[in-house]
């Protein structure tokens, strides 16, 4: 093999007869070290020499990276470590793999570097995300709700504040996932428990739910505790016990409510008022009430439940007189005059009313209790209360055996509301069309 002493000119003026796959120029000043061309490739260092009696070659790497003299030191460093017994190869072979292990070992702490500084709400978004398929549309709307930041400007449901105050759960959304330790969440307990117990009780059950999500997850089950961090004695003292609410109507209050209720000036209101007391569903699910859900000819009541995902209730005569008289201003049955929602919870208006009736303390949800008690009266099965209310069944017969019809639940149903109507002075003729009522005082 005929040999020159590389220079820059040579190096890049060296060519491969297109007639050849490949040629080689060896340098006359580094034993091995070569350089190595194709018609169409690019060039290339190389270092050839033998090793235990056969013939080997390396490749260096391309003269656009490599220099000549950096070429000639490594072709030398080759054949020093063939002179010392070694085989090159495996010692490029070592490099290679302690390089691939190196960046390997960069990839995983780059990985555990951003799931450590994964954050409570990237996760608990991803949990929603998940989860939603299987929830009720009042259990998302609480997810969402109690997460959500403050500061928008609203003029519904602020208590004349004008802005939207965060969600409880709203804090702790920006900490990394491996913060949420028992301690952070105590002091997010004490510090929401003084202001806001009840409903920082509900973002409690949330919580402990995705982190028990959490804790099952392949990825962030690295990060959380197994024994569930929002599940301590100090948290739960925190936030206290959720006290037992009586609030109820007495059969004798009924005329007086009634009246008072009836003379709200917005008609959807005081049709909201009546329909809460009468059907005992809870207030979000009236209000979430569509006219899609109105079903005139078989006369039920379709109601988005927030433990069965929906339930069908009957559509008895006198709140389907109510229902008939709103006007249609968008999909919502009880919808507000400003905008295109259902209308705000009229807390307020009810409050007035009772006071005027000379009623204390009786709150929206006070009318499902209501409605639950009043029923005594009439000795109705529990299990049709229930399943009117939705309420899970308390019973095995009544949770694998009795799922009662519509037409069974209505016999019942109507039986409850005429009584109601008996009590409190209203004269209502149930096969008069609808909206055509009168009052007794």
């Known amino acids: 093999m005929a040999r020159v002493a590389f220079t820059a000119g040579r190096v890049s003026g060296f060519k491969c007869p297109p007639d050849k796959a490949q040629a080689f120029l060896w340098d006359a000043t580094?034993?091995?070290?070569?350089?190595?061309?194709t018609p169409n490739g690019k060039p290339a260092y190389i270092f050839q020499g033998a090793y235990l009696g056969k013939d080997l070659r390396l490749t260096i790497g391309s003269p656009e990276a490599w220099s000549i003299s950096q070429a000639q030191a490594k072709a030398r460093e080759f054949q020093r470590l063939i002179d010392e017994g070694t085989d090159p190869r495996s010692l490029k072979a070592e490099k290679l793999a302690a390089a691939s292990a190196e960046k390997q070992r960069q990839q995983v702490a780059a990985k555990e570097a951003a799931a450590q500084a994964l954050t409570v709400g990237e996760a608990w978004s991803e949990y929603v995300k998940e989860r939603t398929p299987h929830w009720g549309e009042l259990h998302i709307k609480d997810h969402a709700r109690l997460a959500?930041?403050?500061?928008l400007e609203s003029t519904r449901g602020t208590r004349g504040r004008g802005v939207t105050i965060a969600g409880p759960l709203h804090?702790?959304?920006g900490l990394a996932l491996v913060e949420l330790t028992p301690q952070a969440i105590e002091a997010w307990a004490t510090q929401q428990g003084k202001t806001r117990p009840t409903?920082?009780?509900?973002?409690?059950?949330?919580?402990?739910?995705?982190?028990?999500?959490?804790?099952?997850?392949p990825t962030y089950g690295q990060l959380v505790s197994d024994k569930n961090p929002a599940k301590t004695r100090r948290t739960r003292e925190a936030l206290g016990k959720q006290g037992v609410k009586?609030?109820?109507?007495?059969?004798e209050q009924l005329p007086v409510w009634f009246q008072h209720v009836r003379l709200i000036g917005n008609p959807c209101i005081a049709a909201y008022l009546q329909t809460l007391l009468l059907t005992g569903a809870r207030p979000g699910e009236v209000l979430a009430l569509k006219w899609e859900d109105i079903n005139t000819q078989w006369h039920g009541l379709t109601i988005r439940d927030k433990v069965e995902g929906e339930r069908v209730i009957p559509l008895t005569p006198y709140v389907h007189s109510l229902i008939a008289a709103l006007p249609r201003r968008n999909e919502w049955v009880f919808s507000s005059f400003t905008t295109n929602d259902p209308m705000s919870k009229p807390h307020s208006q009810h409050s007035q009313a009772c006071a005027a009736a000379g009623i204390d303390g009786l709150t929206l949800h006070g009318l499902r209790r209501s409605f639950a008690s009043l029923t005594e009266w009439l000795e109705i099965p529990a299990g049709v209360v229930a399943q009117i209310q939705g309420h899970k069944p308390s019973a095995t017969a009544e949770k694998h055996y009795k799922r009662r019809p519509l037409d069974l639940l209505r016999l019942h149903h109507e039986k409850i509301e005429a009584w109601v109507l008996e009590q409190a002075g209203v004269t209502f003729a149930p096969k008069a069309e609808p909206g055509k009522l009168t009052l007794v005082g």
């Open 171 to 173: 804090p702790l959304m």
């Open 246 to 251: 009586t609030d109820a109507l007495l059969k």
């Open 199 to 217: 409903t920082a009780r509900l973002a409690w059950r949330l919580l402990r739910a995705f982190l028990t999500w959490c804790s099952e997850h």
């Open 30 to 37: 580094a034993p091995g070290l070569g350089l190595r061309v």
């Open 148 to 151: 959500r930041a403050g500061g």
